[in-house]
Every structure is written in structure tokens, then in C-alpha cells.
């Protein structure tokens, strides 16, 4: 089932996620704990659409948790993309494994 364009859109799907991981590692610079102003201005200034591989189902996927980061031009265009409800499974009912 896809969800209809609009509100629903993938341009409405998106969180950005947080410039520390959940161990606290920079996900700019690799550093734990970091506090660097370059890495905190890159964070603010960057932009994020549902992830194009796996369209943010995140099952084996190289992306950042279901998003990734892009371009002005293709947030833009996520206005237009409708997104699964729910993630896809392969003929023995198992969720597919996406590598990007
Ligand atoms: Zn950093
Ligand atoms: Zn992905």
C-alpha cells in the first residue's frame, strides 16, 4: 500500500537525526563527545530525505537509521514520493535485506 502524495509524502516523513549517535559518537567526524563548532554548523546547514535504498525501513541498510543526507534539489523533490506503509517481505514472509 503506498500513501498518497501530500501530507503523506516522504517529504513529510523525515526526522534528522541527532549530530551524536546513540553512543554519543559524531556522526560527522567520528569523535565521541564531540563539540566541535564546524561539526554543530554542518549538523544545523544539512538537509535529509527517507533513505532511497531501503525508503527508510533500515533493514541491514547502510543509511543513517532511514534517512540520508541530500541535496536541496532532491528534498525538493520528495514532495512528489509516496512511501510504503509497511516494509516489504520476500516470499517466505521475511523482511527484506537491503544492501545499499
Ligand atoms: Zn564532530
Ligand atoms: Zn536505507
Redesign the pocket.
Known sequence: MLVPFGPYSAAHAVVKPMRLNNANVCIYCMTRWCTSEQCVAMHRASLWIV?E??N?F?VG???MG?V?EATQALVAEQEHRSLPLTAPVNDDGEFAY?V?
Open positions: 533513505c535504498t531501503c527508510g533500515d541498510c547502510h543509511c532511514g540520508v537491503y545499499a
